[in-house]
């Protein structure tokens, strides 16, 4: 059995949702994104940092994450609808956080419910700083250490890591020889 793909009015109304929940997003519009995920236990979101299980955790997570994104901008969407009821909708996007401009992946589960619509079931975020470890391990190391560290502040700090990096690079590449005598221990 194949199932009809990609219809051409349910492509269209697909991406009229997602550019709603683009602008929702951007606009911090919690209401609207509560709305487009399915109200479930069930459903998942992974984003950057946080695992959140359920419709209510994620409608939280909104409710108390201040949004760090300036500008937004999708370099490739693909609306795949298998069916009438089930689509994927797989984008790469470019987007301005504290000054640094990213490009991550985003990609989403939507399922058509009776008397309900087009819900988003599962999502997945890429790390925007994939590209850059130094901004990961930064934000990551902060978090652990409980160390405040503001968005604007990241990329000084990553491109400080970075250099520092680079500097010590040769040294750590440089092998002793085993008849090397270490330097003393100083013990007060």
Same mark, same amino acid.
Request: with cysteine.
């Given at each position: 059995?194949?199932? #009809? ?17 683009? =602008? ?15 109200? @479930?236990? %069930?459903?998942?979101?992974?984003? $950057? ?16 994450? #201040? ?20 689509? =994927? ?6 987007? @301005? =956080? ?8 985003? @990609? ?19 790390? #925007? ?27 000084? $700090? ?11 690079? #040769?040294?750590?590449? %440089? ?14």
């Amino acid at each position: 059995m194949t199932l #009809p793909l990609n219809d051409p009015a349910l492509v269209a109304e697909l991406t009229t949702l997602h550019d709603a929940y683009e =602008s929702a997003l951007l606009n911090n519009d919690t209401d609207t994104l509560a709305r487009l995920f399915w109200d @479930s236990p %069930h459903t998942i979101r992974y984003g $950057v940092n946080e695992h959140l299980y359920g419709a209510t955790a994620i409608a939280a997570y909104r409710q108390t994450s #201040p949004l760090t994104v300036t500008a937004r901008e999708i370099l490739r969407r693909t609306i795949t609808v298998f069916g009438e009821t089930t689509a =994927s909708i797989m984008c790469e996007i470019r987007q @301005s =956080s504290a000054g640094q401009s990213r490009t991550s992946r985003q @990609s989403q589960l939507w399922i058509k419910f009776p008397g309900l619509g087009w819900r988003i079931t599962s999502a997945h975020v890429s790390n #925007p700083t994939a590209t850059d470890p130094w901004f990961n391990y930064a934000e990551q190391t902060a978090r652990a250490l409980g160390l405040p560290l503001a968005p604007e502040h990241l990329p000084g $700090v990553a491109q400080h890591l970075a250099r520092t990096a680079q500097l010590a690079a #040769p040294l750590l590449a %440089h092998a002793l020889p085993e008849t090397t005598e270490r330097a003393a221990i100083f013990t007060p």
